[in-house]
Structure formats: structure tokens, C-alpha cells
Nanobody, 126 residues
């Protein structure tokens, strides 16, 4: 069974940093483009960052550009989201997502992903 398991969330003060991890099992990780999304209370899920299968191409939502970095280690079957200079508005549940098999490119669109993790809470205090 394919699983995506996020970890690394928590409570941090504004200006602090966190690194989220998403471990994948049950497939050849390098065959899949990956993404991170987030959902704040009362808001719709929004795109945060995405990375292609090779890791060469990355996309970010404007609000995190320059503060967040998405990366992957295909040997460890893991995708990461390094989050620096965190702001209270970054508070949300963060989800890791996987695109269907064989699609090389990263995507900003949630409906382009067909497998999701359970989410990890990130809370940034002011």
C-alpha cells in the first residue's frame, strides 16, 4: 500500500524555522512528482510548493518564495519543505501530495495530485 507520511510540524515563533518531511513507501519514489499544500482554518487548501521527479524544476506560491525551499532525496524516498522566516499567516495543516505515475512535471494544481498524506500541523505564534 502506497503511503505518504508527513512529519516535522510543530509550534514555532515568528521568524523561526521548521523542516517538514514526507516519507513515501510502496513505490519507486523517483517516478513521481511531488508537492506540498496547506490548509488554514476556514480556508481552502492552497498550493505551497512542488518539485519535479528529478528535482530540477520547483514552483512556489508567491507568499513563500524566498522563504521556503522544497527538495527531495530519491534515495531516501523523501521530500522536504524547509521553511524559514515563518509568519503567523503560515499557520496551517501542511499536506504532502504525489502526482500520478510517470508524470514528470511539477504542478501547482491540487487536482493534479492523486495521493495525499494525513497532514502535519504548523503553528506560528506572533
Amino acid at each position: 500500500q502506497v503511503q505518504l507520511v508527513e512529519s516535522g510540524g510543530g509550534l514555532v515563533q515568528a521568524g523561526g524555522s521548521l523542516t517538514l518531511s514526507c516519507a513515501s513507501s510502496g513505490l519507486t519514489f523517483s517516478d513521481y512528482a511531488m508537492g506540498w499544500f496547506r490548509q488554514a482554518p476556514g480556508k481552502e487548501r492552497e498550493f505551497v510548493a512542488a518539485i519535479s521527479r528529478s528535482g530540477v524544476t520547483t514552483y512556489y506560491v508567491d507568499s513563500v518564495e524566498g522563504r521556503f525551499t522544497i527538495a527531495r532525496d530519491n534515495a531516501k524516498n523523501t521530500v522536504y519543505l524547509q521553511m524559514n522566516s515563518l509568519k503567523p499567516e503560515d499557520t496551517a495543516v501542511y499536506y504532502c501530495a504525489r502526482r500520478p505515475f510517470g508524470l514528470r512535471s511539477a504542478s501547482r494544481i491540487s487536482s493534479d495530485y492523486n495521493s495525499w498524506g494525513q497532514g502535519t500541523q504548523v503553528t506560528v505564534s506572533s
